[in-house]
């Protein structure tokens, strides 16, 4: 008992009170009953501050909503099989730099699938970033003027999921797509990064400056080692639209 109570004030931290324990134990003025309750008490904090580090790479990632794979009704959306993306969100392919694509139709719940991907990664305390395309651009380009690139680079690098949300709602020039590029090959079998697109790949290069080569660069750095899911359903925001219309007809 008194080893558990001491790794707990270890991992809270509790430099004074692991020292004056071990003296109370030494001198045999604590008894085993005194341990168990103070375990006891420990442990309470020491639940909390497992559920707050948990939380915190979740509060810190950027996501615009918070969205649950038990939320996404995969009856809707027959063209997503549910056990593979499961069987993704709870395995550790992030340890791996295997990337995620969704394309799809807006309203499909492409989006919902990624934070809920990201999520299920940020509660094992991993580094998650959600970001727009288009934000993200913005940014790239902005350092690009500013001599800060590299850094920027770097920043966007550090993550082990980078969710990259709405490729394609906006097209970039081709110096845009050549610094959207250069983060694509820096995580490139090193980091994961999670896209979300409207426009099929053969689109790609109106989204990417209309540049064929640096498209094809991208796509197959995107694309080597991924997990790509093609939803072809209707729209979640007219889902009950859809309802309505059918009660209707009958």
């Known amino acids: 008992m008194i080893n558990d109570v001491l790794d707990q004030l270890v991992y809270l931290k509790l430099k004074s009170a692991y020292t004056y324990l071990k003296e109370l134990h030494i001198n045999d003025q604590i008894t085993n009953n005194d341990l168990k309750g103070i375990y ?39 063209t997503v099989n549910e056990e593979r993306v499961r069987s993704i969100a709870e395995s550790n392919f992030y340890d791996e730099a295997i990337n995620i694509v969704f394309i799809g139709n807006p309203g499909v719940g492409k989006t919902h699938l990624a934070i809920s991907i990201a999520y299920e990664v940020a509660i094992r305390r991993n580094s998650v970033y959600f970001i727009k395309f288009n934000k993200l651009i913005t940014i790239l380009k902005n350092a690009y003027q500013e001599g800060t690139f590299d850094k920027r680079v770097r920043h966007f690098f550090k ?65 080597h080692h991924s997990y790509l899911f093609n939803i072809s359903g209707p729209s979640y925001r007219i889902k009950d639209k859809l309802k309505l219309t059918k009660t209707e007809e009958s």
Not at 49 to 57: A, C, R, S
Not at 174 to 181: D, M, N, R, V
Request: hydrophobic share 40%; glycine share 4%; charged share 30%.
């Open 159 to 223: 993550y082990k999921v980078l969710v990259i949300d709405e490729v394609g709602f906006n097209e970039i020039s081709p110096l845009e797509a050549k610094l959207f590029f250069q983060l694509i090959d820096l995580r490139y079998t090193k980091k994961s990064t999670v896209f979300t697109s409207n426009m099929t790949f053969d689109k790609w290069p109106q989204i990417l400056g209309n540049d064929e080569m640096i498209t094809k660069a991208i796509l197959d750095r995107i694309l």
């Open 40 to 78: 006891k008490i420990l442990n309470q904090e020491v639940i909390a501050k497992e559920e707050n580090n948990k939380l915190y790479n979740v509060k810190v990632a950027g996501f615009p909503f918070l969205r649950k794979l038990d939320e996404y009704d995969f009856g809707f959306q027959p």
